[in-house]
């Protein structure tokens, strides 16, 4: 996975996203929404934000921030926004999830939907949702990982090798990905059709680290 090969990959996808991955990944966006217990005022990250299926789920007292990698798909959410009437959305811009451009402690919570399998380093996502993200915000996840269920492991690790192709890594591990990044998961619990997804959610008290021995990416 990379940059490039991520933004190519969703600008094919742009036009049909929608239908094919809106309502069945729904539930998960609801599920995220419904956590946050949002209260007046705060401001919302939403790393990867796609078309903005999401946006219209949040109450209109916060603000919203979305980024994506994909102008394509952003496109879409600001058609949404427009034609929703969503003014709490107040940015969305076309960024690097691994490099953000926002200062330190700027936003009270950071919500990544569908994205941790993306994007080609999950540790430098986490560093930098850990650097944007207020001290004790919360920080959370949604994202399909590699089924512990034999047959459906096995075929997601046979289709491991098309992940560029995807555009998701479908053997994409849970375990791997909490070690890796050091996040102190308070809850975890599955949700969409067949408990396909997960949902995570972690408090932002660790601070985040520069991963210097990462290659550097593209700019934002």
């Not at 690097?96 to 009270?108: G, H, K, R």
């Amino acid at each position: 996975m990379d940059i490039r090969t991520i933004e190519q990959t969703y600008r094919r996808y742009a036009r049909f996203y929608d239908f094919c991955f809106g309502a069945v990944f729904q539930p998960g966006r609801k599920a995220i929404v419904d956590r946050m217990l949002c209260r007046p005022g705060e401001k919302i990250l939403e790393v990867g934000v796609g078309t903005g299926l999401s946006l219209p789920l949040y109450p209109e007292y916060v603000s919203v921030t979305g980024i994506d990698i994909s102008p394509d798909m952003l496109e879409q959410a600001e058609a949404r926004k427009k034609r929703r009437g969503l003014d709490n959305v107040v940015e969305l811009s076309v960024m690097n999830a691994e490099d953000m451009a926002f200062a330190e402690d700027s936003f009270d919570k950071v919500v990544a939907m569908y994205v941790a399998s993306v994007v080609p380093y999950p540790e430098r996502l986490v560093d930098e949702m850990r650097r944007v993200c207020k001290p004790d915000g919360q920080i959370i996840f949604v994202n399909h990982f590699h089924s512990r269920n034999r047959l459906v492991g096995g075929i997601e690790s046979l289709l491991a090798p098309l992940s560029k192709q995807l555009g998701f890594r479908p053997d994409f591990s849970l375990e791997r990905f909490i070690g890796e990044t050091g996040l102190d998961a308070m809850n975890m619990h599955p949700v969409n059709v067949f408990n396909f997804c997960t949902m995570l959610e972690a408090r932002n008290n660790k601070p985040y680290s520069c991963t210097n021995d990462l290659p550097v990416l593209a700019g934002r």
